[in-house]
């Protein structure tokens, strides 16, 4: 008990030596000194700092100096300071410049405090007066002069930095939290605020991962010894009561059905209380694409019987919309996309898509000469498990390539399902007629039938613009042909990796590889479209669309192997602008395992990247190193989204 006095007399005594030793430099409002914690110690409500001042503007100029040669530290004060990040406007008068000002005192200190320096001083002048001594109605010149002085002070260290009650190790990976050691928070490291805030955190959270869901930080007990420079830290977590998941509730529903967007989260009464699993009902939510909004409370208090009941909070989205889009491209002319989609046709969710798609636009605008698709798109989620998509779906087209053209119809019917936040996979029953026309084995028909099957694993931070991660996709097409009476089998195999070379991700570097196998059946007997091809944006840029192939006289075929690369070197010039430059490399054979006997054609260029909120818009200028018939010297290509 004495030495519990000891230590809470001490701790009061360094904070009034602290606020002494800021005294002059903010008399109002007075500092908190560990304020940052979470503790108010030495308080003192001022409502004009907090006041929205509008008056006559009041233009300033800003200096700022900061003692010592420490870089990052200057640039994180700057970055705190309201001042600093406004001194290109006016205050909103008078008031407002000496309440943004006074404000200032306490962002600058929270900043010091971060950067572990606890001793430092703070001056902010107006004119050459202290801006904690101003009234809001003072007399300033026009501009006013504005200057910040701060002292760091010295780096503060951990001699002690304990948590009491800390969490036993768990004996489930998942359940995982990070040692707060190993975020800084142990002897003899920096003594930053962030550190000391974490520390608290990930000491509640990993208690949390084990099912008690109230745990929370109960007492942060900070001294600072000023003669030594030490920062001495004791964090008591408080885990209460152990809990299970209770009832889910739904509130907010109109035309979904409560029932199944509870059972759409995943969450099972009587598991025990995870905040994963919170998560992941979140996100399974959001995935139905019907809410505009949606969130998981959890009850106050842990039920006498250890169950914690979740209510879900939803507000539905309207359920009709529809899009259109364009694309172009010197090789692939122009383009327009539509739908049309219902995102909850029978109250689960059920989504209804309707689109077409024409391209080709620009040479001719006459109908046979065009590729254009038209179909529909149905998707029940939640079959089976919550993670778990029924998909049925029927399109009619057209397609107009040099190597062939094709008149068709097909159809699949399956399942989608997602193991983790990474890893996903499906398996379709297909089915399709389609006409081929084609200089090389002049018409033909085929009939198919068969499965798809695909495996997805998938890292990346951002499908759109990735700087981060891997992406792996294996799919296995075997199907049988009607026509011709031949068995076959398609393996398709592709990887992207992404790697920032810094910390912002302004250096990325990517690279894809995809490869590709069909067995069996001659090329003859084979539908077109089932055979490989390469060349275009979404293959080896620079090269015509399908264009890449097996080579016979009277024109290209497409091949049973393929092989495709691509390297890219991405450069964040600005916020909003990109460059790239890249080279993709790709090879078609004409037997399943490539003897290469073809060339390996290879494209080169450039690009230019416009960041938005929802992708980059990608502008590439390409040109083929091995041109050949119907490939273009310069290629020109222009969308959404990174080219891989």
Not at 77 to 91: G, I, T, V, Y
Not at 225 to 243: C, K, L, Q
Not at 582 to 611: K, M, N, Q, S, T
Request: proline share 6%.
């Amino acid at each position: 008990m004495s030495t519990r006095i000891a230590d809470a007399d001490r701790v009061l005594r360094l904070c009034v030596v602290a606020a002494l030793a800021f005294g002059p430099v903010f008399a109002a409002p007075p500092a908190t000194a560990l304020e940052i914690f979470g503790l108010r110690l030495f308080e003192r409500q001022d409502a004009e700092e907090d006041d929205t001042f509008i008056g006559t503007p009041q233009p300033y100029t800003v200096e700022f100096t900061v003692s010592g040669d420490n870089d990052e530290i200057e640039s994180n004060l700057k970055n705190a300071s309201s001042l600093w990040a406004d001194r290109e406007e006016p205050a909103s008068g008078v008031a407002g410049l000496v309440a943004k000002a006074r404000g200032d005192y306490r962002r600058l200190l929270d900043a010091l405090y971060g950067q572990a320096r606890y001793g430092g001083t703070i001056s902010i002048t107006i004119d050459g007066r202290e801006a904690s001594d101003l009234l809001p109605d003072v007399e300033l010149a026009d501009p006013a002069a504005v200057r910040v002085t701060i002292d760091p002070g010295p780096l503060f260290h951990f001699e002690r930095a304990q948590i009491v009650n800390k969490a036993p190790p768990t004996t489930n990976r998942d359940d995982h939290v990070a040692d707060p050691a190993e975020e800084g928070f142990r002897v003899g490291e920096p003594a930053r605020s962030g550190a000391i805030i974490g520390a608290g955190r990930l000491a509640s959270e990993a208690w949390r991962h084990q099912g008690y869901a109230k745990a929370e930080v109960a007492e942060r007990r900070i001294v600072a010894a000023h003669d030594t420079e030490t920062i001495d830290a004791t964090i008591r977590v408080e885990p209460g009561a152990y809990a299970v998941f209770g009832p889910v509730t739904v509130s907010g529903t109109e035309r979904m059905d409560p029932a199944f967007v509870a059972r759409q989260t995943g969450i099972t009464p009587g598991t025990e209380y995870d905040p994963d699993d919170m998560e992941k009902a979140n996100d399974r939510l959001a995935r139905l694409d019907v809410f505009s909004s949606s969130r998981l409370q959890e009850a106050e208090t842990v039920g006498p019987d250890g169950r914690l009941p979740i209510e879900v909070i939803v507000q539905e989205r309207p359920p009709r919309r529809f899009g259109v889009g364009g694309s172009y491209s010197t090789l692939d002319g122009l383009g327009f996309e539509a739908y049309w989609l219902h995102r909850n046709l029978f109250g689960r969710a059920e989504r209804l898509r309707v689109e077409g798609r024409v391209s080709g636009l620009g040479e001719t605008f006459k109908p046979d000469e065009l590729t254009y698709r038209v179909g529909t798109t149905f998707t029940k989620p939640g079959i089976y498990t919550p993670e778990t998509d029924f998909v049925a779906s029927v399109y009619g087209e057209r397609e107009v390539l040099d190597a062939y053209t094709r008149t068709g119809v097909s159809g699949r019917v399956g399942f989608t399902h997602r193991f983790s936040e990474e890893l996903s996979a499906r398996i379709f029953a297909t089915g399709g007629y389609n006409h081929f026309n084609d200089d090389i084995f002049g018409e033909r028909d085929f009939v198919t039938a068969g499965f798809l099957g695909g495996i997805t694993y998938d890292t990346r931070d951002n499908a759109a613009d990735a700087t981060r991660g891997i992406f792996t996709e294996l799919t296995v097409t075997p199907f049988y042909e009607f026509e011709y009476g031949n068995a076959a089998a398609s393996v398709v195999a592709e990887a992207r990796a992404y790697y920032s070379l810094d910390e912002e991700s302004r250096f990325v570097l990517a690279g894809r590889v995809k490869a590709g196998a069909l067995f069996d059946p001659p090329i003859a007997e084979t539908p077109p479209d089932k055979l490989f091809f390469a060349g275009g944006g979404g293959s080896v840029r620079g090269y015509a669309y399908r264009n890449i192939g097996v080579e016979t006289p009277l024109g290209v075929a497409g091949g049973r192997s393929l092989i495709e690369g691509s390297a890219e070197l991405r450069v964040r010039v600005t916020d909003t602008i990109g460059i790239v430059g890249f080279a993709d490399a790709g090879y078609v054979g004409a037997e399943a395992f490539p003897d290469f006997a073809e060339d390996l054609r290879i494209g080169v260029g450039a690009g230019l990247r416009y960041i938005t909120g929802f992708g980059p818009i990608r502008l590439d200028i390409a040109m083929p190193l091995d041109r050949r018939e119907n490939d273009p010297s310069v290629a020109l290509y222009v969308g959404i989204g990174q080219a891989f």
